[in-house]
């Protein structure tokens, strides 16, 4: 079952992504700045998006087991976190289909270090955007935007 986060399951919504984002980002991140990601940082971190008109999105199968979030202004598709022990099982693909269903020209962000989500974004209709914005060098980031090329159409 897919449903709205909201006040009432916004602490399933935080649990789910500190666990997914902690795992994701512990050979990328120091230890100090993953410790900071706790639980209070996350609900505060979803509590502003939501209050951004962000629509985020918690699927259940009887316990929480991913995220997934649709900026309306500009149908970027964000937040996608499936719990470590959930990964590999379809969650993913579940979530994005849903929040993709959602859309009309939706597109991602992701870091090139994912190569992981940078695979399974591509074997989903997802490629690189032609009109990039400059990689931050100076702080370090290097993402990449990808489009949604849409087959059926
Ligand atoms: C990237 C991410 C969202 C993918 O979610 P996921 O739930 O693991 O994705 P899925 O299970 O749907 O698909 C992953 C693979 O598992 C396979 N799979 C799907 N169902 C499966 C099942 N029942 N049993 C075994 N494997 C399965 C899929 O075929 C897929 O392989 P493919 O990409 O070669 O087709 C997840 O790894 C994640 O949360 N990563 C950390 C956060 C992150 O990096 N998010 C993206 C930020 S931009």
């Known amino acids: 079952m897919i449903t709205k986060v909201s006040k009432e399951n916004?602490?399933?919504a935080a649990k789910v992504y500190m666990d997914s984002w902690k795992e994701s980002h512990k050979n990328?991140?120091?230890a100090e700045f993953i410790e900071k990601h706790d639980l209070n940082y996350m609900i505060?971190?979803?509590?502003?998006?939501i209050k951004n008109s962000y629509l985020?999105?918690?699927?259940?199968?009887?316990?929480?087991?991913g995220i997934v979030a649709i900026n309306p202004?500009?149908?970027?598709?964000?937040?996608?976190?499936?719990?470590?022990?959930k990964q590999g099982k379809g969650v993913g693909t579940k979530l994005l289909d849903f929040a993709l269903s959602k859309c009309v020209s939706p597109y991602i962000t992701v870091l090139?270090?994912?190569?992981?989500?940078?695979?399974f974004y591509k074997k989903r209709g997802f490629v690189p955007a032609e009109n990039q914005a400059?990689?931050?060098s100076e702080k370090r980031i290097f993402e990449r935007k990808y489009v949604y090329q849409n087959k059926n159409m």
């Not at 505060?44 to 998006?49: P, T, V």
């Not at 202004?73 to 022990?85: A, G, H, Q, R, W």
């Open 44 to 49: 505060d971190f979803l509590s502003e998006k």
């Open 134 to 136: 400059k990689n931050n």
């Open 28 to 30: 990328i991140c120091s």
């Open 112 to 119: 090139d270090s994912n190569k992981k989500a940078i695979d």
């Open 56 to 65: 985020i999105f918690i699927s259940y199968d009887n316990a929480p087991e």
């Open 73 to 85: 202004t500009d149908e970027e598709i964000c937040l996608l976190y499936v719990s470590p022990e």
């Open 10 to 12: 916004i602490i399933d």
